[in-house]
């Protein structure tokens, strides 16, 4: 009688046990759950659209985002409580997908300067310039010389445009300009001597040669100072570019843009210089 009793009283024991245990595991699963719901489910998406374009935004060797710019994108919508989405586009066809709907914003060292009134911007968060560049042997050392000259761009890009509309009086007749699709292509158009110089922002250009151990010589006029922003639709009444504005007058405040440009780039306040633009 008392075995059965030590038997009873093991089973009983036994099966508060495992009560506590079942308990405590569905504790920890709600903790996670919330957890996951909280940090991420309920933040709607903000689709990002951008192309590759190192070190504003590009994949890295495990096919990750990053970037300055996925780095600002990342902080701005988390203050904003969204998530951001990024999407590689092809950047001719940026327009398309921003009035079809397939991408919220255009957010990739995208220049404000002389689109203002095209959409509805976010910023500006950092300036950049507009550079050209020659091999080191070249005999090209002033906007000037590049009178009878080929040059190569990105399509729908500010060097195009400064090229193609000349209205600034430094800029002289070219003998071509040579506009491709994909920005890197313009580095071997250069090596290869199709082209006698290549027109894009100082950064890429800098971050290339470091990539590629290629040297190259930068002009000492440059083309345009220009403020980069985040381009949202005409018609997008939703208020998120002027939300996002705020925001990115906050990050640059408090020091986080420049922590984060700074992993990027040497000398990261002359990139923050953007008070004396007028929107």
């Known amino acids: 009688m008392k075995s059965n009793n030590i038997i009873s009283y093991l089973k ?3 099966c508060i046990l495992s009560v506590i245990v079942s308990a405590g595991l569905m504790a920890c699963s709600n903790i996670h759950n919330n957890g996951s719901k909280s940090s991420s489910n ?23 985002f990053t970037g300055i ?17 990024f999407k590689q586009i092809v950047w ?6 921003l009035k079809e709907g397939a991408v919220d914003c255009l957010w990739g060292c995208f220049t404000m300067t002389g689109r203002e009134d095209k959409y509805n911007w976010a910023g500006p968060y950092m300036v950049s310039c507009e550079v050209v ?19 190569a761009v990105q399509t729908t890009t500010k060097p195009e445009e400064i090229f193609l509309d000349r ?22 158009f250069l090596s290869k001597g199709y082209a006698d110089a290549l027109a894009a922002h100082e950064t890429a250009i800098r971050q ?42 906050q990050m640059r405040n408090d020091g986080t843009e420049k922590a984060i440009i700074s992993t990027y780039l040497d000398d990261a306040d002359k990139y923050l210089e ?6």
């Open 208 to 249: 290339y040669m470091k990539d590629y151990d290629m040297q190259l010589r930068i002009l000492d006029e440059t083309l345009m100072v220009t403020s980069l922003g985040v381009a949202f639709d005409k018609n997008d009444n939703r208020g998120l570019d002027i939300q996002l504005t705020q925001v990115l007058e």
């Open 274 to 279: 953007v008070d004396g633009y007028e929107k």
């Open 42 to 64: 309920d933040l709607k998406p903000l689709i990002i659209g951008s192309d590759n374009y190192v070190p504003y935004s590009y994949l890295d060797s495990d096919g990750n």
């Open 92 to 97: 001719d066809n940026k327009d398309i997908y």
């Open 69 to 85: 710019d996925v780095e600002i994108a990342r902080e701005a919508c988390r203050r904003m409580g969204y998530t951001p989405v």
């Open 12 to 14: 009983l024991v036994i």
């Open 133 to 151: 560049a020659v091999s080191v042997e070249s005999d090209i050392y002033t906007l000037a010389d590049l009178e009878d000259k080929t040059v």
């Open 167 to 188: 209205e600034d009086d430094r800029i002289p007749k070219i003998r071509s300009l040579i506009a491709l699709q994909n920005r890197e292509l313009i580095y071997p």
